[in-house]
């Protein structure tokens, strides 16, 4: 019997890319079925005929099904793939939008927005978890839904399923690094460690040759959003979501004065996808392509294939920390090397963390701590000793006054 994929989610307009991704892998993955699983099924048939499609051009011969049907979907899956987002895009856009008027950045995974986010989402992903306890318990679920960590520590403390998330950032700035030192990424090696969007390079190899400097010294073709002198400073190659911890009033300012924030744009395009499929529901619109997706075609499906064919490849995952970081708390979610075989996700050493990053890295941990604890029980004094806690917060007062305004 092959695998079992369940996707939560299903219904995502960029859902296809997942089975182009599949395709065009360089190894077959032996699949019995994909089930797509969404709540609302005239999007959930379109997504699914698109889908087809696609299979029926491949040498792929599995089973697409789909469903509104959590419990159908889920029954013997042995992998889930969990990429909703609790309250769509409308909720995205209040998280960026209502953190501004305190100027703070707004933003799905950073400062108060990615804490509402984190209120709303826990709920229904420990609903998802308690539901794979009754019907597929040894089923790893994959996490995509932000705020990743706290998602994930959540489901690691409240429940027993296997769970592990995936971002396909430290991926993306990977590829910029290859690209600039003109070589294949595989042909990269590399030290990193850190949390889910606040993570950094500290060491890359080509061939055995350290080539960190190289990348340092041209660390402006990368073009991280982060004042190229200040990581030369540093020492060593953060991503592009440190812009909002290094430079916080800058993007504030620079977010008050745009015309259009990221999720308005995001709704903008969705709105044009599902108006491609509508005229032409048999190939992938243009505009899917263009934003990618390379969280399904560089993370996912590679992943999946290392499990399914018991290959130990390296994939930069999100576990509990369990002593991996010194100065954070075990259960805190961190994002580091793995190696992943048909049997196990095992984590591999992290090298010592540079003095320079330390207070950032244990004090938005500390955050993520609280912040998880606060999603669980949502409970207002746990939500506001969180959002004390938050970098981005910097008093009771102003915490007071969001929970009030915003988070009650």
């Not at 700035?173 to 969007?197: P, R, T």
């Not at 529901?281 to 560089?298: H, K, M, V």
Request: aromatic share 8%; proline share 4%; with cysteine.
């Amino acid at each position: 019997m092959g695998i079992k994929l369940t996707v939560i989610g299903g219904s995502g307009l960029y859902t296809p890319l997942l089975f182009d991704a599949i395709i065009n892998y360089k190894e077959k993955i032996d699949f019995d079925e994909i089930c797509l699983n969404g709540r609302t099924e005239s999007k959930l048939e379109k997504v699914a005929k698109l889908s087809q499609n696609l299979i029926d051009k491949s040498d792929y011969d599995f089973k697409l099904t789909y469903t509104t049907d959590r419990k159908e979907a889920l029954i013997e899956a042995d992998i889930v793939l969990n990429q909703i987002r609790v309250g769509g895009m409308k909720a995205r856009a209040n998280d960026e939008e209502f953190p501004l008027k305190y100027d703070i950045i707004g933003e799905e995974t950073v400062g108060p927005g990615g804490f509402a986010n984190a209120l709303r989402t826990v709920p229904v992903a420990l609903d998802l978890a308690s539901e794979m306890e009754k019907f597929c318990p040894e089923a790893l679920l994959m996490n995509l839904t932000n705020p990743a960590s706290i998602v994930q520590q959540a489901i690691e403390e409240e429940t027993n399923i296997n769970v592990v998330s995936i971002c396909d950032l430290p991926m993306g700035v990977l590829n910029k690094i290859a690209k600039l030192l003109k070589v294949e990424v595989n042909e990269i090696k590399y030290n990193y460690f850190g949390l889910n969007h606040l993570g950094w390079y500290t060491g890359i190899y080509v061939r055995g040759e350290d080539r960190t400097e190289d990348v340092l010294d041209k660390i402006e073709e990368l073009e991280l959003g982060i004042d190229v002198e200040w990581i030369r400073s540093l020492g060593i190659i953060p991503l592009p979501y440190l812009k909002y911890y290094y430079h916080h009033n800058r993007e504030v300012e620079k977010a008050q004065n745009k015309d259009q924030l990221r999720a308005q744009e995001l709704i903008q395009t969705s709105e044009e996808i599902a108006k491609s499929l509508e005229d032409n529901p048999e190939s992938i619109p243009e505009l899917i392509y263009q934003r990618g997706a390379i969280w399904y075609s560089d993370m996912i499906v590679p992943m999946i294939a290392a499990i399914d064919n018991d290959k130990n490849e390296e994939f930069i995952l999100n576990i509990a920390n369990n002593g991996l970081i010194p100065g954070i708390d075990d259960e805190v979610i961190v994002e580091v090397s793995t190696i992943v075989n048909a049997n196990s996700i095992r984590a591999l050493e992290v090298i010592e963390v540079p003095v320079n990053v330390k207070s950032i890295l244990q004090q938005e941990a500390n955050y993520r701590n609280l912040a998880t604890k606060a999603a669980i029980t949502q409970n207002k004094d746990d939500i506001i000793q969180a959002l004390v806690s938050n970098p981005q917060v910097d008093n009771y007062d102003l915490a007071y006054q969001i929970w009030d305004n915003d988070l009650k």
